[in-house]
């Protein structure tokens, strides 16, 4: 059984760029929720998410943030003009409909330039 | 107050011994309670959940909770190298978002 699968594992961007972080959730499992690693910080909640529904999107910077989990295909979350300040691990983890063990996948290390 | 407190450590254990992680967490209403351990350059591994009073046994490893002081802790067995890594508290508030809330780790180091 395949675990978290997230794409790309290192994506590099310049200021003012967009980045694309693609996760797909382990097989059977209908929750996904994104996470943010700070350098030396801990993990913070931003978005948690079904299938076509945004369920909780309490820890999601206001501005630039975005996610999304469609019919069909990976959860995306899109950063659009991305500043240093969002260089981090962004971490994708899933779960189970009747389940509450999250697991993580690899994680996208983002570095803005 | 922080939402879910660790001590940050380091911690340091010999080979063989057992190491004691502890976690506090501040909303009465919490449900569920996890353990991660993650690596430097990782992603956090699941290695303990538990939900009601008392303790639960896998292996090498003991979670312990008790909800009325607020608190959970990770016992680790016969403490090996490759125990060494960072230890996440993660605490749920509600059924229905189990979104996750994380103290800041334990770095736990075991001294061969």
């Known amino acids: 059984n395949a675990g978290v699968m997230q794409n790309p594992r290192h994506l590099v961007r310049r200021r003012g760029q967009e980045a694309r972080l693609r996760c797909s959730p382990m097989k059977g499992h209908s929750h996904v929720y994104w996470y943010r690693q700070l350098p030396e910080e801990g993990l913070k909640f931003m978005v948690y998410?079904?299938?076509?529904?945004?369920?909780?999107e309490s820890g999601m910077p206001k501005e630039r943030f975005s996610a999304e989990f469609p019919k069909e295909g990976p959860s995306i979350l899109r950063i659009q003009q991305v500043v240093r300040g969002d260089s981090a691990a962004y971490f994708c983890a899933s779960s189970p409909m009747d389940r509450y063990e999250q697991y993580f996948g690899p994680g996208t290390r983002l570095t803005v330039t | 107050q922080k939402e879910v407190e660790q001590n940050s450590g380091p911690l340091s254990v010999p080979e063989g011994a057992i190491a004691s992680l502890n976690c506090t967490y501040s909303d009465r209403g919490s449900q569920s309670f996890f353990w991660y351990r993650q690596y430097s350059g990782k992603s956090p591994e699941l290695i303990m959940s538990?939900?009601?009073?008392g303790d639960k046994e896998d292996g090498r490893f003991t979670a312990q909770l008790n909800k009325a002081s607020q608190y959970v802790s990770l016992l680790i067995r016969d403490s090996q190298p490759s125990d060494s890594a960072t230890y996440l508290c993660a605490v749920t508030v509600n059924f229905g978002n189990e979104k996750l809330t994380f103290g800041t780790g334990t770095r736990l180091t075991i001294i061969p």
């Open positions: 538990i939900y009601s009073n």
């Open positions: 998410l079904q299938k076509e529904n945004i369920i909780d």
